[in-house]
């Protein structure tokens, strides 16, 4: 047969789509999809679909494309009222079974199973609102609130669940925010009140606040600098966002704008992003309504336009857009990994064509660490200038284009020494990303494992000009009281230990395979069937199991099922899924944990078996070879 590679990506995706497809957490090979596949049962599976988003906000989007070229026009009051009605910037929630499905990722099929119902939920539409929950007052705990994801962009669309726009949070979002979103960061563009350090949510969420803020202008290239930079970390280390200013209209959408232009959103979509805070304000007066073709957003894209591009680039808004964030001292990779972090497809790679400039150095009596003949547009250029034995440096001129740049480049009086600043970093991030220190000042950054990793026993290795510092860590921190040298820092966090006792044993004695226990309690041979290991069970006990499959048929026979023994000689009795009677006693939860009732089960059998009551072992019967079993007793399985 011959040898055909297939994208580990693709693969991926049909595992993703066979768990939620069957509502389980499995891993699979390739050889075990078609039967994972074919064991799929769509009887009783409730399909449930609807307009998450509100219907004149659909109606907007799906209606309405701005010509780029025309700024003259603005069609959103036409839809968005004058007075705003709050449930057009609120999500439709779905009542399933007395359960309410809001906030849900569009598009997106996710398993239900409820005491009367199973099967998935899927909201329709691309525009995801968010509702974060009102106070008795009716006020919004995060007002304007809505998932960046959906919109068409270069080669695919937004990534829902990375960034979020919105208005000024309150302490009772978090429920939502943090709890159900996942959001660990927060962007606050408004500027004022400097001495806030903190999230309103939470120490526990990474603040940043620029000193300035942004209003429909990309002038302040420092400030441009951190709100691209804290983006793109967030992005790229894959740790969800939120972004605001008070009602999340004007200085929230300048920073959309740009980031919606860097992944190819087109400007008829920019526009419209922009003028969907009008759902929230109203539309009866120009201070409330936010559209199109008002000066201040029409300023805002000019300005974006009117960022050069070099000779043979196409003349797009996007360009534009990343020449700009070019220009701040990003570089086209770093581009690159955040588009490819945020956009759900295959976007376009960007090359960037950066001029070139010559370094001329012109020395008496000093040297120069950086032989450098030429500097690249927009990236920075350093050298140390160190004067030669018995001399010192009496003055230095530094000019780029003719222009005399010396008090902002030089720092030759306070003759400071920067040290660089490396990470190694497997399943875990830091919040410090400084690539260098100055030397004989302090470092310190904060080390944070991802989700299902842990930093204890994790190997942390900290050098500093070759020497092992790694005493001066502590705890998920580092801190460097005198930084002397170049700091490496090196870490791989484990995976996090399991919270429970696991008593699946695939390597006991006791695991039999092609083996299953018949109707009549009796040990078989049986291909495709093994016994798990004895489990010390009593009726009293709770019974819990993941990763075990004792609901398929094979060869059109449904033999799993749970055995009851009094001891390990005496199996009295055993419980068949399958069984209409008997399928009552088993419960599967959305993590594919399923729960068995012992002591119910043994309750309704115990009038014919009365041995049942003295259940001293379990053990189940499932399909051959299970990937990571799971059996626990009166323990949850985390």
Known sequence: MAMKLYSETDIQAIADALRTKNGTSNK????????????????????????????????????????????????????????????NTKPIGKIVDNITYQNEVPNKETPFSSANKAGTVKPLDALRWIEAGNDSQSNTFCPNMRDLGGWNCDGGKIKYGLLYRCGQPTVYARDVLIDELGIQRELDLQGQDLTRTTSVM????????????????????????????????????????????????????????????????????????????????????????????????????????????PNGVADTFRNHAIYF???????????????????????????????????????TNVVNDNDATTATEFQPYTAKITPSNGFVIENITVSMGGVDITPSAWSGDKQELYRAVSYTLSNCSVNNRRISVI??????????????????????????????????????????????????????????????????????????????????????????????????????????????????????????????????????????????????????????????NVLAYINSIKGAVPAAENTAYIRLVCVSNPTDPIITINEEID
């Not at 701005?66 to 036409?78: E, H």
């Not at 939120?242 to 209209?249: D, N, Q, R």
């Not at 991802?450 to 000009?465: E, H, R």
């Open 439 to 596: 030397d004989g000042q302090s470092y310190g950054t904060i080390i944070t494992a991802n989700d299902g990793y842990t930093l204890t026993g994790a190997a942390i290795t900290i050098t500093m000009g070759g020497v092992d510092v790694s005493t001066y860590y502590s705890n998920g921190t580092i801190v460097i009281p005198k930084v002397t040298g170049d700091i490496i820092i090196t870490v791989n966090a484990v995976p996090s230990a399991p919270t429970f006792t696991n008593h699946a044993d695939k390597t006991s004695e006791e695991w039999l395979t092609g083996k299953r226990i018949n109707s009549s309690n009796a040990v078989v041979a049986a291909a495709g069937w093994d016994i798990t290991n004895f489990v010390a069970c009593t009726k009293n006990d709770t019974l819990r199991f993941k990763n075990i499959d004792i609901t398929s048929a094979i060869g059109g026979a449904n033999d799993g099922r749970v055995a009851i023994y009094t001891d390990k000689n005496t199996c009295v009795m055993t419980c068949n899924p399958h069984s209409a009677a008997q399928t009552q006693f088993f419960s599967t939860g959305t993590d594919g944990t399923t729960t068995f």
């Open 202 to 309: 939470g120490n526990d969420i990474e603040y940043c606040r620029p000193p300035l803020y942004q209003w429909y202008t990309i002038s302040n290239a420092e400030i441009w600098k951190e709100i691209i930079g804290f983006i793109f970390d967030g992005a790229m280390y894959g740790r969800p966002t939120i972004f605001h200013c008070s009602a999340g209209a004007d200085r929230t959408g300048t920073v959309a704008c740009v980031i919606e232009a860097l992944l190819g959103v087109g400007q008829s979509d920019i526009d419209k992003d922009y003028e969907l805070t009008s759902f929230y304000s109203g539309t009866d007066t120009d201070l409330h309504a936010r559209r199109r073709n008002e000066s201040e957003w029409k300023g805002l894209i000019n300005e974006i336009k009117a960022v050069t591009l």
């Open 325 to 363: 964030v070019l220009s701040l001292g990003f570089t086209v990779d770093e581009i690159n990994a955040f588009r490819s972090a945020m956009i759900d497809g295959t976007p376009e790679t960007l090359t960037a064509t950066l001029d070139s400039y010559s370094v001329t150095n012109t020395l």
């Open 28 to 87: 699979y090979k390739t050889s075990e999809m078609p039967a994972a596949i074919n064991a799929i049962s769509t009887s009783g599976k409730e399909i449930v679909e609807w307009h998450q988003c509100p219907e004149s906000v659909r109606n907007f989007i799906a209606n309405v494309t701005y010509d780029p070229t025309d700024y003259s026009t603005s069609q959103i009051a036409n839809y968005a009222p004058a007075t705003p009605v709050q449930s």
